[in-house]
């Protein structure tokens, strides 16, 4: 059933506040707690981002929604790379006055050595990909054929390596040579490799449910033996764009995903910087991005989620 108001999705947690375990950093949607010296606890809050800032307006139940849609695809994925999850109930580890701050929202994972990238596939040229595209027939200098359409898949899935930014800037594209030089030839072979592997065994399953994944990010540390891990989230509408397959056929894209968002801010002249961040979303706008993110949990998950319990 289609949500009508934002009361109906109870109340948002923009940020949470725990007193049982120590504050890590707060990342443009997650808080991360520690959890003893190699656990972390990460709770998705409500909060929204775009062009790398923080919106005012949180988006009730989104932090449900991620959470869930992550730990369906780390489950369905796990036989491709090994990921962060410990298994264990995030409830275990804080005090019985905050499960209600992180029941349904939060992961248990393993701390690891982050690795300083974010590794994007590529299905279609669309975002970043189709300006640079548009200005000259590359995506982070790999040549493409001229005279595609952002409607019109490419022929094999490309990996367009990104810097990750901290809060308030943004992430840059740059080129693979310059992920072999920060990563290693070896590790930045293996990144590119792994999630190409990922993104195909996710889009084939996504196109069984009616979606098309246009473009995604990955996000990989080390463990203590130096394996790769797959960690943060994955495959969300946070970090994926998600087209309706059908609509996609007739040369239409309708999307359960933030670009509609970008849109939205785009065409109120807002692009980034210091006034986006104090920006205040109608809430039309808030409820449309439940929807699409609950729309596409359905759709993948098998199941709607994101409201208040």
């Not at 901290?166 to 590790?187: C, P, S, T």
């Amino acid at each position: 059933m289609t949500t009508t108001s934002l009361a109906d999705l109870g109340p948002a947690v923009p940020r949470t506040s725990l007193h049982s375990l120590p504050l890590i950093a707060r990342g443009k949607v997650r808080d991360l707690y520690a959890v003893g010296t190699d656990r972390m606890l990460m709770v998705a809050s409500d909060r929204l981002s775009a062009f790398d800032v923080v919106m005012k307006a949180p988006v009730p139940g989104k932090g449900r929604l991620l959470t869930q849609m992550a730990l369906f695809w780390f489950d369905k994925l796990q036989g491709i790379v090994p990921n962060h999850l410990t298994g264990e109930a995030p409830e275990s580890v804080v005090a019985a006055d905050e499960v209600s701050q992180v029941a349904g929202r939060s992961m248990l994972v393993r701390r690891l050595t982050p690795l300083p990238c974010e590794a994007v596939v590529r299905g279609y040229i669309v975002g970043s990909g189709w300006k640079e595209y548009s200005a000259s027939g590359t995506v982070c200098g790999i040549a493409l054929p001229a005279g595609m359409a952002m409607t019109q898949p490419l022929a094999e899935p490309i990996f367009t390596p990104a810097t990750k930014a901290a809060v308030g800037d943004h992430d840059e594209n740059i080129a693979y040579a310059q992920l072999e030089g920060i990563l290693g030839a070896a590790r930045a072979a293996e990144v590119r490799d792994t999630a190409i592997r990922l993104f195909q065994a996710a889009s084939a399953y996504a196109l069984t449910r009616g979606l098309v994944i246009a473009d995604t990010k990955f996000e990989f540390g080390l463990d203590e033996h130096g394996t790769l891990t797959l960690m943060d989230e994955v495959l969300t509408p946070d970090s994926s764009r998600f087209w309706q397959a059908d609509e996609l056929a007739q040369g239409r894209i309708k999307a359960y995903d933030k670009q509609p968002l970008r849109d939205w801010l785009s065409s109120t002249g807002v692009t980034g910087g210091a006034e986006q961040a104090a920006l205040d979303l109608p809430d039309a706008v808030v409820l449309g991005i439940h929807e699409r993110y609950a729309t596409a949990c359905e759709l993948l998950c098998g199941e709607r989620a994101g409201a208040a319990a």
